[in-house]
């Protein structure tokens, strides 16, 4: 990980960067019109539950994943060609404009390196999540999607970070293990919503789903 500090007017902003090594991530996302899609090997599985368990945990910084010049799969895409896009993760008490990442970003510069250690259980199982309180009216901890500089930004409370986390966690556990088990299977996946279920678009017409694909690499 490289960490940032940029000056941005009055304000400071801190940026967590998984910094990109020689090889891919094992990771791309891509906005298809519709719905966003994104494709995991077992590393990038493990690396985005990482990386979500680390936002859940980092309230003042925004967790950046460079992944615009990573390859897809090849898929039918839906309206257009498919956009390469890059991830932030950040929390909502930040408040932080996304029209202002352009600026951040290209003042991000060499950072400095840091060592991060997450317990193996930051992301709690699925049934240790009290899903049905989730469709109370009353319940607040729902995710967000923005998307901006051809960036997806997951914004979010710690409670969400950490609930919605168990779906990734339970993907990057299992990911690898289902294809060997089943390999007529057509795919194995996971999908993450922003605010209440049920939502086709966002109010600033951003796809409202995030599909989640397992792609085994060669």
């Not at 250690?117 to 923005?146: I, K, Q």
């Amino acid at each position: 990980m490289r960490v940032h500090e940029v000056r941005l007017g009055g304000r400071e902003v801190r940026v967590v960067r998984s910094a990109p090594g020689p090889e891919a991530t094992g990771l791309a996302l891509r906005d298809e019109g519709h719905w966003l899609s994104m494709y995991a090997d077992r590393e990038g599985a493990d690396r985005l539950a990482a990386l979500w368990a680390l936002a859940a945990r980092s309230p003042r910084s925004l967790v950046h994943l460079p992944l615009r010049g990573d390859p897809a799969p090849h898929r039918d895409a839906g309206d257009g060609e498919p956009v390469a896009l890059d991830l932030v993760l950040l929390h909502h008490s930040l408040q932080f404009p996304t029209s202002s990442w352009k600026e951040v970003r290209a003042r991000l510069g060499a950072g400095t390196p840091r060592t991060v250690s997450l317990p193996d259980d930051d992301l709690p199982d699925g049934d240790a999540v009290d899903h049905e309180r989730r469709h109370h009216r009353t319940y607040r901890d729902h995710l967000g999607f923005d998307i901006a500089a051809h960036t997806l930004f997951v914004v979010g409370s710690s409670t969400a970070f950490r609930e919605e986390g168990s779906a990734l966690r339970n993907f990057a556990d299992r990911a690898a293990v289902h294809r060997r088990r089943y390999p007529a299977a057509a795919h194995f996946c996971v999908e993450l919503s922003p605010g209440p279920r049920g939502r086709g678009r966002t109010r600033r017409h951003v796809p409202g789903s995030l599909h989640i694909e397992y792609h085994e690499n060669g």
